[in-house]
């Protein structure tokens, strides 16, 4: 069989898994979740034994510590799967709730009411506990889900895949809701975003280089999780040692992440004041900074001069570009013309200059005198999350168990028709 061909079988037998997920119970998804969480725990040996052929495969391939880490399962981060499923079980069932409900003249009962997408692929690089956290919030969302992990966690992917396929199970639900893409081929993922007539959203969490491969080839809609450049602007009136506070949290805290701050820009009238501040407390954690002709001088040994190329860039590292602006309009030029849709954030005591900064700048979160960091499910109140969604169809910004879903109309009639 084709990688095409089992592909095919794979995403019919989805389909068939997606139609009695949008059907089954809230309780009986609740089973699966605390039954998986249970599993996690019986079985966690089984599963760092997986993950210790990936790690000692990846070692020997010469993947670098950033991948390496992501790579890593421990019983601390086992402790954070099985503590997700509880949280997600403990949710609210979005499925089948009526949102919003109005009386037409004619007396009709118009209402909006949320329904599972259906079969989601997933296409994710590295993190293994990736699968588990997509596939109960797909499952708590009524869907049947495709997991597509990155080859360098095949042992780990199938033994956690095992696991929630027996939860499944033992809870009276269809194994299929939940399929590893056990074929590490390429092609595999090339056809699976060809089955449009079986999957109704594809998304794919990894690389930038993974997310315009997959937006290329697929037929489906794609909710896209593009790279996180991530702005800070520091208003002239900003309280300054509390946006310190706030810039060494959004680069310093986890640099390798999507919501770490990327991009410093400073108010012209706070420069002199703010930027050796942030010199010494963000230089002494090693932050490299890379300053524009007006910031260098205020930037102290850690600071470079910036090249056109620091401009819009995600560092993944202890490496920060810095811009002195005007004002405000020119920093929200510079985030139009430079961000990713992603975070941006304000440090200011203006209301005014901070309800525009809300309304205008483009991004997933928009935040006023708060760390990049909080771009999150969990953080923003969702629970678990599948990824943060820089698209704006159907989604924009974490994406937890509701946006998983979407509405359709229902009406309810007594017997009217149309003049």
């Known amino acids: 069989m084709t990688p095409a061909e089992e592909m095919e079988r794979l995403a019919a037998r989805a389909r068939d898994a997606a139609r009695a997920m949008s059907r089954t119970t809230a309780e009986a998804k609740t089973r699966a979740l605390t039954g998986l969480a249970d599993l996690?725990?019986?079985?966690?040996?089984?599963?760092?034994?997986?993950?210790?052929?990936?790690?000692?495969?990846?070692?020997?391939?010469?993947?670098?510590?950033?991948?390496?880490?992501?790579?890593?399962?421990?019983?601390?981060?086992?402790?954070?799967?099985?503590?997700?499923?509880?949280?997600?079980?403990?949710?609210?069932?979005?499925?089948?709730?009526?949102?919003?409900?109005?009386?037409?003249?004619?007396?009709?009962?118009?209402?909006?009411?949320?329904?599972?997408?259906?079969?989601?692929?997933?296409?994710?690089?590295?993190?293994?506990?990736?699968?588990?956290?997509?596939?109960?919030?797909?499952?708590?969302?009524?869907?049947?889900?495709?997991?597509?992990?990155?080859?360098?966690?095949?042992?780990?992917?199938?033994?956690?895949?095992?696991?929630?396929?027996?939860?499944?199970?033992?809870?009276?639900?269809?194994?299929?809701?939940?399929?590893?893409?056990?074929?590490?081929?390429?092609?595999?993922?090339?056809?699976?975003?060809?089955?449009?007539?079986?999957?109704?959203?594809?998304?794919?969490?990894?690389?930038?280089?993974?997310?315009?491969?997959?937006?290329?080839?697929?037929?489906?809609?794609?909710?896209?999780?593009?790279?996180?450049?991530?702005h800070a602007f520091i208003d002239a009136d900003a309280d300054l040692d509390q946006a310190l506070d706030i810039v060494f949290n959004a680069k310093v805290q986890r640099p390798g992440v999507c919501n770490a701050l990327e991009c410093l820009l400073v108010h012209r009238d706070a420069a002199a004041r703010f930027l050796p501040l942030a010199a010494a407390k963000l230089g002494e954690a090693g932050v490299e900074f890379r300053a524009c002709p007006a910031s260098l001088p205020l930037l102290g040994p850690n600071a470079v001069p910036q090249r056109p190329e620091d401009l819009g860039q995600e560092f993944h590292a202890l490496v920060l570009a810095v811009r002195v602006v005007d004002d405000l309009d020119a920093a929200l030029d510079h985030i139009a013309r430079y961000g990713s849709n992603h975070t941006e954030i304000i440090c200011t005591r203006d209301y005014g200059r901070a309800m525009r900064f809300l309304r205008e700048a483009d991004a997933s979160m928009v935040a006023v005198n708060a760390s990049s960091r909080f771009n999150d499910g969990g953080q923003l109140g969702l629970g678990a999350e599948i990824g943060i969604s820089t698209s704006k169809l159907h989604a924009y910004g974490p994406m937890g168990v509701q946006e998983l879903t979407t509405t359709k109309f229902v009406v309810l009639g007594q017997g009217q028709v149309r003049q």
């Open 40 to 230: 996690l725990a019986a079985r966690e040996e089984d599963v760092l034994a997986a993950n210790r052929k990936d790690l000692d495969a990846a070692r020997a391939a010469g993947l670098d510590a950033p991948r390496l880490d992501r790579l890593t399962l421990t019983p601390a981060v086992m402790a954070e799967m099985r503590a997700a499923c509880l949280h997600v079980a403990r949710l609210p069932d979005p499925v089948g709730a009526t949102e919003s409900q109005w009386q037409r003249p004619n007396g009709l009962l118009v209402g909006r009411m949320r329904v599972p997408l259906g079969v989601i692929a997933m296409i994710y690089e590295a993190r293994p506990n990736v699968t588990i956290d997509a596939a109960i919030l797909c499952i708590k969302a009524g869907n049947a889900v495709i997991l597509r992990g990155g080859s360098e966690a095949l042992h780990s992917n199938t033994a956690l895949a095992g696991l929630l396929q027996e939860a499944l199970a033992d809870a009276g639900l269809p194994p299929q809701a939940a399929q590893l893409v056990g074929i590490t081929d390429h092609a595999a993922v090339t056809a699976l975003c060809k089955l449009d007539q079986y999957i109704d959203v594809i998304i794919p969490r990894g690389g930038e280089g993974l997310v315009r491969a997959v937006t290329e080839a697929a037929t489906m809609p794609v909710l896209k999780h593009f790279k996180g450049v991530c």
